[in-house]
């Protein structure tokens, strides 16, 4: 799968994932719409990601790096919490996230192929 479509299904995911949270929620708190946030940044970059822009490519990469790693915090909470539909929404947005982490890595290093080898 290209990196511009699991961006944008990851960037999707954050969105739903994150509004679910947070209009579940008793107590809704804005930190819950912090994935969504992020989400919807991603996604404003999906025409740069699917243009091949490095530079546009390369910061929708640090931001899904970004919100993975940020995710690992609400993860260990909602475990303590044995809050398993947090659980489980916070899981989906990581692994959305991670399969993105993977198809920018292989979209990079076969640009890198594809430069090394014009040459």
């Known amino acids: 799968m290209k990196a511009h ?4 299904i990851s960037s999707l995911i954050l969105i739903a ?6 209009l579940a929620s008793e107590t809704p708190s804005f930190t819950a719409l912090i994935p969504l946030i992020f989400g919807l940044v991603i996604l ?5 990601v699917k ?3 490095k530079v ?5 990469v640090l931001l899904t790096l970004v919100v993975l790693i940020a995710l690992f915090m609400p993860l260990k ?3 303590k919490r044995e809050d398993s539909q947090a659980v489980f929404r916070i899981a989906v947005m990581m692994i959305g ?3 993105s982490m993977v198809a920018f ?3 990079f290093r076969a640009a890198r192929k594809a430069r090394e080898n014009k040459v």
């Not at 404003?44 to 740069?48: D, I, P, S």
């Open 5 to 8: 479509t699991t961006s944008a």
């Open 17 to 22: 994932m994150s509004a679910w949270g947070y």
């Open 44 to 48: 404003a970059l999906y025409k740069g």
């Open 51 to 53: 243009a091949e822009n």
């Open 56 to 60: 546009i490519a390369h910061i929708a």
């Open 77 to 79: 909470g909602a475990m």
């Open 97 to 99: 996230a991670a399969v």
């Open 105 to 107: 890595i292989q979209s």
